[in-house]
């Protein structure tokens, strides 16, 4: 979240801070699935991260969605904490060597991306309802139900043989 | 995780890497809680954010035994996920002014916490069991439980009491 933004005083003023700090980081996520799909090597892993990529892209179209039925003008806010998220998993894939390894690294990355986003639309939902916004709160869910979905095939991919073929 | 660390060459490695990792992580988060719990209004949020503050030094602990167990000197490696997750809940929280909002953005700000948290023990958990350190994987498992149940606490506050409260 960016100190340029305007200050919060409100419950609405706080969700719709939170709706643009997702927009911007589903954006650099966007970003950062290219250079991760390059750098995978198990087959399976890189068409998983190919099918988020376009799923990004289709969450991104929902969170506008969701900035229209609010009324606001959909716009990021830059947040630090996916920056740090995805600074860390290129630095991390820059020291790992070995092709097996770097797989097993960049699954762990994919969770910690999964995770803050899980965490992110967790909260927007609550407030959401909180704030009498079913109807967007019931879009919110569906970005989150496929963030979940996303962990869980990662979880599955590598306990079933990136773990095993790393080591 | 730091440029400054070693070449990761095998999962043995990338596993000792991702523990330095979650060490640095910890130890920034004890200092982070502090000023959470001056900034909270809410008795039962601010006593829940003292007792996690009690939990995270007592997993600093386990970590070390971890380390100690798998033969390695326990340090951490500046991890810029937990920094950036951290500097964005301190932005957030300096922009809110209402007490009742703040309370809501910190329950936010501490799940962002423990998701990092619970993604990096998950994955830490795999690859000890691959690595065939039941006995590490054992240890870091009752950080994760510590840190699922707090995650769990915080929904639980947020919905019960917090979020309403802010609206």
New interface residues.
């Given amino acids: ?3 340029l ?1 305007s ?5 609405d ?2 969700f719709v ?2 709706l643009q ?1 997702i927009y911007y980081a589903e954006q650099q996520i966007t970003k950062a699935l290219p250079k991760m799909i390059s750098k995978a090597t198990n087959p399976q892993l890189r068409s998983g991260f190919e099918q988020h990529l376009r799923e990004t892209e289709n969450q991104l179209q929902r969170l506008e969605q969701v900035f229209k039925m609010h009324g606001v003008q959909a716009k990021g806010v830059t ?7 995805i ?2 998993a290129n ?2 894939a ?5 092709k097996e ?1 770097l797989d ?2 960049l ?2 990355s994919a ?2 991306v ?3 986003e ?3 639309y ?2 927007l939902i ?2 959401a309802k ?2 009498g916004r079913n109807d967007c709160a019931s879009v919110l869910q569906q970005n989150l139900d496929e963030e979940k979905a996303t962990d869980v095939k990662l ?1 599955q991919m ?2 079933a043989k990136i ?2 073929a ?2």
Avoid at 7 to 11: E, G, H, Q, S, V
Avoid at 94 to 98: K, L, M, N, R
Wanted: charged content about 25%.
């Fill in positions: 979240m960016g100190l933004t200050d919060i005083k409100t419950m003023d706080l801070h939170q700090d947040c630090p904490a996916i920056d740090g998220i600074k860390e630095e991390v820059g020291e790992v060597a070995d390894v097993a690294a699954v762990a969770q910690a999964e995770h803050y899980i965490t992110r967790g909260t609550a407030w909180q704030l979880t590598a306990e773990n095993r790393a080591t």
